[in-house]
């Protein structure tokens, strides 16, 4: 079964300053992950995905993500940080080799950014 | 731009109450779903649709059920609300693609039920 975690559920950090927020995931054959923000009073947004090919994909606002397959990991970076980017982050994997349809999201991860 | 709506964004029923959430997808997407967001819990898949008339249940279906009748449109129901069906409930499209394409949100709906 597939699943992913967000270790942290929250992240401050100053404006100017890189971030990272942390995903790890779970899958039986080739992940395809994505990770989504959420503005206050609004809904999710795509940021950016890997599918296949280079292990760094980027993304709207500035974001980047590496893929790691030892280490099973999708970290979410920016490497300086906006206040605008305050808001819930969250990373989602589907499983390339199931058929299906299902996408599995984590819990989410908010970041504050302090000016 | 893609856009979803979703006809309330703060809905308020009793419990017991048969509750209808709209959404509809402008970008004719075959994929349609159905989430709720609860604190910690992060989004959680109740039903989703790949075609007109197709459904299939997600994680969360009990007390849930769906229609989709037309290729935009994708309609939960909540057949009779209960106090725990309180969250916000998101729906999403995406085309179609061995699920390796992304989801558009609506901006949710925030369900009370008292």
């Known amino acids: 079964a597939q699943s992913v975690a967000q270790p942290e559920d929250q992240v401050n950090v100053a404006e100017g300053n890189p971030l990272t927020v942390k995903c790890t995931y779970s899958v039986s054959g080739n992940p395809y992950l994505f990770w989504y923000v959420q503005y206050p009073n609004r809904g999710l947004q795509f940021l950016l995905k890997y599918i296949t090919g280079d292990n760094l994909v980027k993304g709207s606002y500035g974001f980047e993500a590496e893929f790691n397959k030892s280490q099973t990991s999708f970290h979410l970076k920016k490497p300086s940080a906006l206040v605008s980017d305050s808001a819930l982050y969250f990373c989602?994997?589907?499983?390339?080799?199931?058929?299906?349809?299902?996408?599995?999201f984590g819990a989410g991860t908010r970041l504050f950014v302090k000016a | 731009d893609v856009k979803v709506t979703q006809s309330s964004r703060y809905l308020v029923k009793r419990t017991g109450e048969k509750v209808f959430l709209e959404c509809v997808q402008d970008m004719d997407h075959e994929n349609m779903f159905w989430y709720r967001q609860d604190p910690g819990l992060g989004l959680r898949l109740i039903y989703f649709s790949y075609d007109v008339k197709m459904k299939e249940k997600g994680d969360i279906p009990e007390g849930y059920s769906v229609s989709r009748e037309k290729k935009e449109r994708f309609s939960l129901i909540l057949e009779s609300a209960s106090t725990n069906q309180t969250s916000m409930y998101l729906c999403?499209?995406?085309?179609w693609g061995d699920g390796y394409n992304e989801q558009f949100f609506g901006p949710g709906t925030r369900l009370t039920v008292l």
């Open positions: 989602a994997v589907r499983d390339g080799g199931d058929g299906g349809f299902k996408t599995i």
């Open positions: 999403a499209s995406s085309s």
